[in-house]
């Protein structure tokens, strides 16, 4: 277990962050066609490497996230994915879930499916150069949901998944996500998130995964999307880190998703998240919040392959600049 728990460390060192650039084939289509760009793999290749090869992205991302596509594909010289980012001196990391789907007997409700031939497909991507993995669940919120056998579903999915990765020599990085559609307050968002945490935490003990060797990658607690009044940064700090208090010293660290918040509004919560202790560390692990921006400058251009990364680098250095904040409010 030591190597994980160094590259878990490595994952989450002081001021970087994990940019998240593992979206579906499907979904990196969608965004590229809205951008006005042909939703083909060279140019979802094209994208990918405009993100991964910016210049000092290592000053700020100490990983990488990446879909099937692109761990087999390579930059344009020939390297292959993980073996560039790696170079640059970046974690290379897999999505390996195969997305939330209905989950039967529960209506509304999804479960988020891809175990099976988990540990063949960790072993081909531990061949291919990958430091560590990523397994999403998600979570709505209403008055009746999510339900206890939605929660529990998750939760086993999610560790099963962890404790493959840890088998295979791969840090996982678990990510139930509790959802910001609706109208839902921070306080709802807050039972439901500490529910789910409960879960995940019993089931991961069940299944003896050693929490060093992991990093969390949790949605800020929130208010909904449509909810009336957005709070500040301050109230969404103090609610979160709240209910992250119940996880053991021993976990590496927690690294937030953006969850569909503004680039700006996801900055300021993480910014005001450093201002309270606790024993690990609390970064960022942002996909929409740091790559829209640099999808936006770029659309498709070569000429404007610059814009799009000076528009990462933008983001990427105000978020690490962000929790940066740590180690001069928390001096060792």
Same mark, same amino acid.
């Given at each position: 277990?030591?190597?994980?728990?160094?590259?878990?460390? !490595?994952?989450?060192?002081?001021? #970087?962050?994990?940019?998240?650039? %593992?979206?579906?084939?499907?979904?990196?289509?969608?965004?590229?066609? #809205?951008?006005?760009?042909?939703?083909?793999?060279?140019?979802?290749?094209?994208?990918? /490497?405009?993100? =991964?090869?910016? &210049?000092?992205?290592?000053?700020? =991302?100490?990983?990488?996230?990446?879909? %099937?596509?692109?761990?087999? !594909?390579?930059?344009?010289?020939?390297?292959?994915?993980?073996?560039?980012?790696?170079?640059?001196?970046?974690?290379?990391?897999?999505?390996?879930?195969?997305?939330?789907? &209905?989950?039967?007997?529960?209506?509304?409700?999804?479960?988020?499916?891809?175990?099976?031939?988990?540990?063949?497909?960790?072993? /081909?991507?531990?061949?291919?150069?990958?430091?560590?993995? #990523?397994?999403?669940?998600?979570?709505?919120?209403?008055? /009746?949901?999510?339900?206890?056998? =939605?929660?529990?579903?998750?939760? @086993?999915?999610?560790?099963?998944?962890?404790?493959?990765?840890?088998?295979?020599?791969?840090?996982?990085?678990?990510?139930?996500?509790?959802?910001?559609?609706?109208?839902?307050?921070?306080?709802?968002?807050?039972?439901?998130?500490?529910?789910?945490?409960?879960?995940?935490?019993?089931?991961?003990?069940?299944?003896?995964? @050693?929490?060093?060797?992991?990093?969390? #990658?949790?949605?800020?607690?929130?208010?909904?999307?449509?909810?009336?009044? &957005?709070?500040?940064?301050?109230?969404?700090?103090?609610?979160?880190? /709240?209910?992250?208090?119940?996880?053991?010293? @021993?976990?590496?660290?927690?690294?937030?998703?953006?969850?569909? !918040?503004?680039?700006?509004?996801?900055?300021?919560?993480?910014?005001?998240?450093?201002?309270?202790?606790?024993?690990?560390?609390?970064?960022?692990?942002?996909?929409?919040?740091?790559?829209?921006?640099?999808?936006?400058?770029?659309?498709? %251009?070569?000429?404007?392959?610059?814009?799009?990364?000076?528009?990462?680098?933008?983001?990427?250095?105000?978020?690490?600049?962000?929790?940066?904040?740590?180690? !001069?409010?928390?001096?060792?």
């Amino acid at each position: 277990m030591g190597s994980l728990r160094q590259i878990a460390t !490595q994952m989450v060192a002081p001021g #970087k962050g994990v940019l998240a650039a %593992d979206e579906s084939i499907a979904t990196m289509s969608d965004r590229l066609a #809205k951008a006005g760009v042909e939703a083909t793999a060279e140019n979802r290749r094209r994208y990918r /490497e405009l993100l =991964a090869a910016m &210049p000092g992205l290592a000053d700020g =991302a100490s990983g990488i996230i990446f879909c %099937d596509e692109t761990l087999r !594909q390579t930059f344009t010289d020939g390297t292959p994915f993980a073996r560039a980012v790696h170079a640059l001196g970046i974690l290379p990391g897999i999505k390996v879930d195969t997305g939330a789907k &209905p989950c039967a007997g529960l209506p509304g409700e999804k479960v988020t499916e891809g175990l099976d031939g988990l540990p063949a497909r960790l072993a /081909e991507y531990a061949e291919f150069g990958a430091a560590f993995a #990523k397994w999403r669940a998600v979570y709505r919120i209403t008055d /009746e949901l999510p339900t206890h056998g =939605a929660v529990r579903t998750n939760a @086993d999915g999610l560790a099963r998944y962890a404790a493959a990765c840890q088998e295979a020599g791969i840090v996982p990085i678990v990510e139930p996500e509790v959802l910001m559609e609706g109208a839902h307050s921070i306080e709802r968002c807050a039972e439901v998130t500490a529910a789910v945490h409960a879960a995940v935490r019993e089931a991961l003990e069940l299944l003896r995964v @050693d929490l060093a060797g992991i990093v969390l #990658k949790p949605n800020m607690v929130i208010e909904g999307r449509d909810a009336p009044e &957005p709070s500040s940064p301050e109230r969404v700090a103090e609610a979160t880190v /709240e209910v992250l208090r119940a996880w053991p010293d @021993d976990l590496a660290g927690v690294a937030f998703l953006s969850g569909g !918040q503004p680039p700006e509004r996801a900055t300021a919560n993480l910014a005001a998240m450093q201002h309270h202790r606790t024993p690990w560390p609390l970064t960022f692990s942002f996909g929409r919040a740091l790559v829209d921006p640099a999808l936006a400058a770029w659309h498709g %251009d070569p000429a404007r392959v610059g814009a799009g990364q000076a528009a990462l680098r933008e983001r990427v250095a105000a978020n690490a600049a962000a929790v940066r904040l740590a180690a !001069q409010l928390r001096p060792a």
